[in-house]
């Protein structure tokens, strides 16, 4: 009995299914899950059920669908009122509400997919919206529902019909259908459990489209449509679309649209999952067993991802049975077909551990598309995807997906690797769409290369035509990674600029090379600084000591073995092709193993046990040899040689050790020569910079200052020509790490810095002189902060809540009366002008007095800047000039006007601060001369100290300072140097109150790091009550130390903490955003900064 089954399907939100069928009470609970297709069929099977064990042939039609069956959307909405004493509240829900009529019948039966078992008749279609709110409502008293979300639906839904065969008793005597157990119509357990229908996912429209090759696919339905079942292997480079064609195969035959119980399904498994979970022995056997009945029974097809998988499923050590073997009778009796998949490799060693089972197949060879025919698909691929979303492939784009993809991915064949491409450049345009909120993203060349940049670690510079580097500019990369050896980085340069401008052999490794000389000479540094330019991590090089690879076997060790196939060589450059390759102490390697090695130098390929071929071509093969450094000094003689001798000792070496086979393939063989004492106090400034970013002293809030005296005595202690800088690094961390760690253990201050600093003993000899102190954080401020503290800290925020502003320009108000009113104000003005009078009175000779001329001057911006400040409150409290002033209604201003005068009380508040500082300096009350040097102590100080500089050249254009700059540099003042070099630097002026300026911000400011992001950073600021205004004469008081020595005396604190782009004031408890560098706010920043500190300053 063939019956057509309808079924509801809904999609109520994406990648989300459900299926049912209403009007059956027993199949009207939804079946939920990603694949409708499934669904659908799962559906379909409990029908089949509930019609062979709980209906009687003549129950059948309730499987029926109604006549006119259609969906309707539904908008429900009910008053809902849960206590007599609450306002009543609306619930609301879009549902759809299926309705149909049988034949004879004159109502209209009404179902909701929400609510299962649920149905009611309404006699005319047009009362179907009334009907169903009624009927809501009655079911929601009820039911005590206080929510309809449950009966929400999504947009999308449909009613697919399903024509299957039940198989009972026909109604024509003498005829009987199938049972409905057999066959198509029994449930595949077993192979639901190990693979994934394919003709499921081509319902679905999730198989990914397959471009060209369509005689290929012609062959194969036709192949795989005959009566005969037809076992075939596509054979190919992986990425040359088997996958895809038999994706593609799958649906063809769903687009046939042939009923359920004559149509073929096509299911894809592997040997692993055949026998996952099976640890029983005789379990798996079972199961396979269960599987080949399934496909028999049904006429299904298997789809194998991997022949040679296949083979060895289910092999042991002491057996030869497995999965291919079990199958291999149902092959021969013909009771289903497989189709599968191998390359040229794993094809030959399936033939060879099962050439039986392999010979059951035929096999259809699939070349690698030309590049020609790659553009023709890709070119089609594109179109779909532009189709798709607003993403637009440019020409160029796409010539350089074909170029990169060829270049690069040489483990894939075209048109795989182009096509993967082409999609991985159309996700990340999709994640900029939704990132950067834009309506349309151009996949150019620059987004390409940028896509295999992220996949690859290889630099831009490489993958995008015409952004090289000059020689120059990689010489200088290398440079500050190697020391001493020219010739190792002038043939580094050339090998990266012959990789950048895209001119190396893509049939060999981008470079091999042969480092060869004494030990701790900078062989591996070199590797390590090639895989950091290259690739961008020192973890892409894969390092080989090849002292353990000098037996016989140990090529198995570096390709694999049949039960571990995946060789220590191979199965890393397989999973990493963009690597350096360094095979450390060439030399002692087995004959075999440079054999191997010869083949990958030639070739840039190797095979592995597994007969997968890896490709080498994107690698650089390094090796180093100590050959002929123990004859150096023999050969070359006292006199030591020049740079020619010794490359052309160490090649003769090289090249007797060699056979001359593998010699040849060497790209250029680098001799290196002994480190001289410049370069090893080089290595030993590095090794000690190293040392500093450990862990366990960042951890620890410890900060280590070495003198540079330390190195030199290091380095001047002999060195082992044999080990080179090895000796070095051993020697320094015998001397300076065991004697810290036991240093450290001393230190009882956790809540603290510690400060350590590390020198040689003042009696010259080779000891170290370890000085440790703490340094704590200074306390919070408590005390009363006055009433222009309250207005400078409450106004910094923008804050403009009416009630506070209200107070703050009181405050303003109030402080500009008095300090008008003061006598000191008085006298300074007085000063101005008796001043001004002596002048003209001495200068009518042309002679000036310096020192009454500057306190003129100091005078002249006092009284200026409180004129300045007089006019702008004047403006603020009597715009109308009428002599009166008159507080602003802050109730009354509207939300822009209020933000205006908090930045108005804040700006003024600072003003007068300041005028409050220089009066106290003119009165005599402080000084009006100083010197700030702000020095760099610990780690990476360089950027706080770069801001300390800027915020400082800030507050001497804001407030007249006229600042005197020196800097430090190698322990050298200088009057002018670049910053980034500066370990220091130093401002001095003579001004009235600068000298509580500087005072306010002396003392350490800290640059705290996580453990993972580098060494803390300390800086000091140290005040000293002189002022300097002639640089050359600054300078030199400097550097002969007149102006003090600058030592650490411990009476200082941790005034500010930078960290997260924000600068603590430990004292005020709070945090200032830094502006960026060589920005406007600057100028903002430094005055917030210095005239809070200045309104608590209590001074000594």
């Known amino acids: 009995?063939?019956?057509?089954?309808?079924?509801?399907?809904?999609?109520?939100?994406?990648?989300?299914?459900?299926?049912?069928?209403?009007?059956?009470?027993?199949?009207?609970?939804?079946?939920?899950?990603?694949?409708?297709?499934?669904?659908?069929?799962?559906?379909?099977?409990?029908?089949?059920?509930?019609?062979?064990?709980?209906?009687?042939?003549?129950?059948?039609?309730?499987?029926?669908?109604?006549?006119?069956?259609?969906?309707?959307?539904?908008?429900?909405?009910?008053?809902?009122?849960?206590?007599?004493?609450?306002?009543?509240?609306?619930?609301?829900?879009?549902?759809?509400?299926?309705?149909?009529?049988?034949?004879?019948?004159?109502?209209?039966?009404?179902?909701?997919?929400?609510?299962?078992?649920?149905?009611?008749v309404v006699q005319r279609i047009e009362d179907i919206y009334y009907e169903a709110q009624a009927w809501i409502a009655r079911w929601?008293?009820?039911?005590?529902?206080?929510?309809?979300d449950q009966l929400n639906c999504g947009p999308f839904y449909s009613i697919d019909p399903f024509e299957v065969e039940l198989g009972f008793p026909s109604a024509v005597e003498g005829k009987s259908d199938e049972p409905a157990s057999s066959g198509r119509l029994r449930r595949p357990e077993t192979l639901q459990q190990v693979a994934a229908n394919l003709l499921h996912r081509a319902e679905d429209g999730t198989l990914p489209p397959a471009y060209g090759r369509l005689d290929v696919v012609r062959e194969l339905v036709a192949a795989l449509s005959s009566p005969k079942a037809t076992n075939i292997c596509l054979v190919g480079p992986s990425g040359v679309g088997k996958t895809a064609l038999i994706g593609e195969v799958a649906r063809q035959a769903w687009l046939l649209g042939k009923s359920y119980q004559v149509r073929r399904d096509i299911w894809q498994s592997?040997?692993?999952?055949?026998?996952?979970?099976?640890?029983?022995?005789?379990?798996?056997?079972?199961?396979?067993?269960?599987?080949?009945?399934?496909?028999?029974?049904?006429?299904?097809?298997?789809?194998?991802?991997?022949?040679?998988?296949?083979?060895?499923?289910?092999?042991?050590?002491?057996?030869?049975?497995?999965?291919?073997?079990?199958?291999?009778?149902?092959?021969?009796?013909?009771?289903?077909?497989?189709?599968?998949?191998?390359?040229?490799?794993?094809?030959?060693?399936?033939?060879?551990?099962a050439p039986g089972f392999v010979d059951k197949f035929r096999r259809v060879q699939l070349p690698e598309l030309a590049y020609t025919d790659t553009l023709s698909v890709l070119t089609e691929q594109v179109r779909d995807l532009e189709r798709q979303q607003p993403v637009r492939f440019t020409p160029d784009g796409v010539e350089t997906m074909l170029h990169l993809a060829r270049r690069f991915f040489r483990q894939e064949a075209f048109p795989g690797k182009a096509v993967r491409l082409a999609k991985q450049c159309y996700n990340e345009a999709l994640r900029r769409i939704n990132t950067l909120m834009v309506r349309e993203i151009r996949i150019d060349a620059e987004l390409v290369a940028e896509v295999v940049h992220r996949q690859t670690g290889l630099p831009t510079t490489i993958l995008h035509q015409g952004h090289g580097r000059s020689a120059k500019a990689i010489r200088t990369a290398f440079e500050g990674r190697i020391y001493g050896q020219p010739d190792a980085i002038d043939v580094l340069v050339g090998l990266v600029l012959t990789i950048e401008q895209g001119l190396s052999d893509a049939r060999r490794p981008l470079g091999s090379f042969l480092l060869i000389g004494p030990s701790g000479v900078g062989k591996t540094e070199t590797a390590k600084a090639l895989s950091f330019d290259l690739f961008g991590s020192e973890e892409r090089m894969i390092r080989f000591d090849m002292s353990e690879f000098s037996e016989p076997y140990s090529t198995s060790r570096l390709i694999g073995t049949l039960g571990q196939p995946d060789g220590e060589l191979t199965g890393r450059v397989r999973l990493q092709p963009f690597s350096v390759l360094l095979f450390d102490e060439i030399e002692k390697a087995h004959s075999r193993v440079l054999d191997l090695l010869l083949q990958l130098l030639g070739d840039g390929r190797l095979t592995d046990a597994a007969g997968r071929t890896v490709d080498f071509c994107n690698t650089v093969v390094v090796m180093t040899s100590n050959l002929g450094a123990d004859s150096e000094e023999r050969w070359l003689g006292f006199g030591g040689g020049g740079a020619a001798d010794r490359a052309l000792h160490y090649q003769r070496s090289a090249e007797q050790f060699f056979r001359p086979e593998f010699f040849n393939r060497i790209d250029r063989i680098v001799a290196y020569r002994p480190l001289e004492a410049e370069t090893l106090r080089r290595i030993a400034r590095r090794t000690v910079r190293e040392i500093l970013e450990r862990r366990g002293l960042r951890q620890a809030q410890v900060l280590v200052d070495v003198d540079p005296r330390l190195i030199e005595s290091l380095v001047g202690q002999s060195v082992d020509r044999r080990y080179g800088a090895r000796t070095l690094a051993h020697r320094i961390e015998q001397q300076l790490i065991t004697p810290l760690a036991q240093k450290l253990t001393q230190s009882v201050a956790s809540d603290a810095l510690t400060r350590v600093t590390m020198m040689p003993t003042a009696d010259g000899g080779r000891g170290i002189d370890l000085r440790l102190h703490s340094i704590h954080r200074a306390k919070r401020y408590t005390g009363a902060v006055g009433t222009l503290g309250e207005v400078l800290v409450s106004g910094t925020d923008g804050d403009a809540a009416t009630e506070r502003l209200q107070v703050r320009l009181k405050h303003i108000r109030l402080e500009i009366e008095t300090l008008l009113a003061r006598p000191q104000t008085q006298l300074v003005v007085d000063d101005y002008e008796r001043i001004l009078a002596r002048l003209n009175t001495e200068g009518g000779d042309g002679v000036w007095s310096e020192d009454l001329a500057e306190k003129l001057r100091q005078r002249e911006v006092f009284r200026s800047k409180l004129q300045h400040a007089q006019r702008r409150i004047e403006g603020m409290f009597d715009p109308e000039h009428t002599g009166s002033w008159e507080t602003p209604v802050t109730t009354q201003l509207d939300k822009?006007?209020?933000?205006?005068?908090?930045?108005?009380?804040?700006?003024?508040?600072?003003?007068l601060i300041w005028l409050n500082t220089q009066l106290a300096s003119l009165s005599g009350a402080s000084g009006d001369a100083a010197t700030l040097v702000i020095r760099g102590l610990a780690g990476p100080h360089e950027t706080m100290l770069a801001h300390w500089h800027e915020w400082l050249l800030a507050l001497s254009d804001a407030l007249d300072l006229n600042l005197t700059v020196a800097y430090l540099v190698q322990d050298v003042w200088r009057p002018t140097a670049d910053l980034a070099q500066a370990h220091g630097v130093a401002f001095s002026t003579e001004s009235a109150g600068v000298l509580d300026l500087f005072r306010v911000l002396e003392g350490y400011t800290w640059s705290p790091r996580l453990p993972s992001h580098g060494q803390h950073a300390l800086l000091l600021a140290q005040v000293v009550e002189q002022g300097v205004t002639d640089k050359t004469r600054f300078v030199r008081m400097l550097q002969q130390g007149e102006l003090g020595s600058f030592d650490e005396d411990g009476?200082?604190?941790?005034?500010?903490v930078e960290a997260d782009g924000q600068l603590e004031d430990v004292r005020w408890q709070r945090k200032i955003a830094i502006p960026e560098e060589k920005s406007s706010k600057n100028k903002s920043f430094a005055l917030e900064l210095v005239m809070a500190r200045l309104a608590i300053w209590e001074k000594p």
């Open 1 to 120: 009995m063939k019956v057509t089954l309808q079924m509801y399907v809904a999609q109520p939100q994406r990648g989300h299914f459900e299926v049912s069928m209403p009007w059956v009470s027993a199949l009207s609970s939804p079946l939920r899950g990603p694949s409708p297709a499934k669904l659908k069929e799962e559906l379909m099977f409990q029908a089949l059920e509930l019609a062979q064990e709980k209906l009687a042939p003549s129950e059948l039609d309730r499987l029926i669908a109604p006549d006119e069956l259609q969906v309707m959307n539904v908008y429900i909405e009910l008053e809902h009122q849960s206590e007599s004493s609450r306002t009543p509240v609306h619930l609301k829900a879009f549902t759809h509400a299926i309705i149909g009529t049988w034949p004879g019948d004159t109502n209209w039966h009404v179902w909701f997919p929400k609510l299962p078992g649920e149905t009611f």
């Open 896 to 911: 822009t006007t209020s933000h205006r005068m908090a930045s108005f009380a804040a700006e003024v508040g600072r003003e």
């Open 140 to 148: 929601a008293v009820r039911n005590d529902v206080i929510s309809l």
């Open 1051 to 1056: 009476a200082h604190c941790v005034e500010f």
């Open 270 to 353: 592997s040997g692993d999952r055949i026998i996952a979970g099976m640890s029983i022995i005789g379990q798996w056997e079972q199961r396979a067993e269960t599987l080949c009945d399934e496909l028999a029974a049904r006429g299904d097809l298997l789809v194998i991802d991997d022949l040679l998988g296949l083979v060895r499923a289910g092999r042991t050590t002491h057996g030869e049975s497995n999965v291919a073997r079990f199958i291999e009778p149902y092959l021969e009796q013909g009771r289903f077909a497989i189709i599968t998949e191998a390359t040229e490799q794993t094809w030959e060693l399936a033939r060879t551990l």
